[in-house]
């Protein structure tokens, strides 16, 4: 989602005439977009913004981090502007204005949703993020989202469709729907399986319909047949776990018990062939004692994810589980997330070995950062292969796993 902000700010200064240099040296003022789901981001962020105030840029903070602290941050990060999430809509007269007089001030009003009438693709792009929805009204527990991106809200299906076809006429052939809960989209007329549908039957040249994320509590049935039977939207489900323990599932407000989320998994797993599951594990949340990390390793073995982001819980202020007793010691953290990964691993390894000798149609991405020669490219089910030969990013090739190397498939070009 801040990825998407951040390139459509791009877009939005470039077209009044800002122009954008390579060399961050070069540059007189700095853009920051803040993170604040983990205190990691926060600090990399605030000390990012000292360092260029050290080297004499103007320099702004965007994002979450900016709307949750406000003036807080402008006096911590010592940045000459703070421009919270929802007043993006007046940011060029903001930065007009302090050229002018050179005053230091936070602004968070909420202006509403930022959004340009008209999307430019840069050159060489063929995969694009697209909102679909703002905000979030879970308040899950240690999550601070709700407090820094308002309430949940989602955009016209029309806009949407609009967005898009504005995308795959500037040649981008693949789309990632962005929201924090897209299986409760509802525009007054479509549902989330509804905006699926036209965008599938109303796109050309978009082969690929990618989404995240979705909600286990709220994942129905309609949308896991849409997917099925799609041909277009790619066989990947990110479905965040969280916590495998139902005390702690509870603790976290999540809406669902460990057993409704293996079966959903589980009935996802048979419904769509050949999907590919991806989740969120936080491993520490306050309270969670040896039994119910357990519980959590315990999913890991049913489920057998394809892949996982995990972290240790971080306390974020404002929200409720910051505030919780029992709040769990950062070695015991550390281990446990190292157990998981393991276990983790172990999986991924085991679902990978069964792309053996099976064919793949391949979007290239680009050349491979780690492997000289080499490009990497997604399957139609999101996962990472790597392929020799240098391809034109945004082109598919089919070709067959012959070997795999770590966690990447080695993909043979048919034929050879
Ligand atoms: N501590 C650790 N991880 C968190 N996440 C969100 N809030 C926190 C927190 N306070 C994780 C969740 C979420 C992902 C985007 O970040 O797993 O799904
Ligand atoms: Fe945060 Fe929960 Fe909303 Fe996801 S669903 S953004 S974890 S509050």
Redo the contacts with the bound molecule.
Sequence with gaps: MNELDSELIRQKLISEGFIEVQDEKKAELILINTCS??KKAEEKAIHFSRQMKNNNKTVVMLGCLAQHKGEELLKVSKADLVIGTRSYEKLIDILLDFERKSTKRAICEDLGIFQLKNRKVREGEFSSFVNIQHGCDNF?T????PYTRGREFSRNAMDILNEIKQLEEQGIVEITLLGQNVDSYFDGKYDFSDLLKLIEDNTNYIKRIKFT?PNPRDMTMKVIKTIAQSEKIVRWIHL?L?AGSNRILRKMNRGYTKEEYIYQALTIRDIIKDVSITT???VGFPGESEEDFKETLDVVRNVKYDGA?M??????EG?P?SLFKEQVDNETKGRRLRELIDEVNKYIVERRKLMLNREFEVLIEGPSKKDFGYSVGKTFNNISVIVKGLYKPGTFIKGIVRGIKGHTPILEISGN
């Design positions: 789901v983990r899950c240690f999550c601070v989202v994320s965040p969280q969120d594990i936080i982001y972290f240790k819980y971080s306390p974020r929200t589980a």
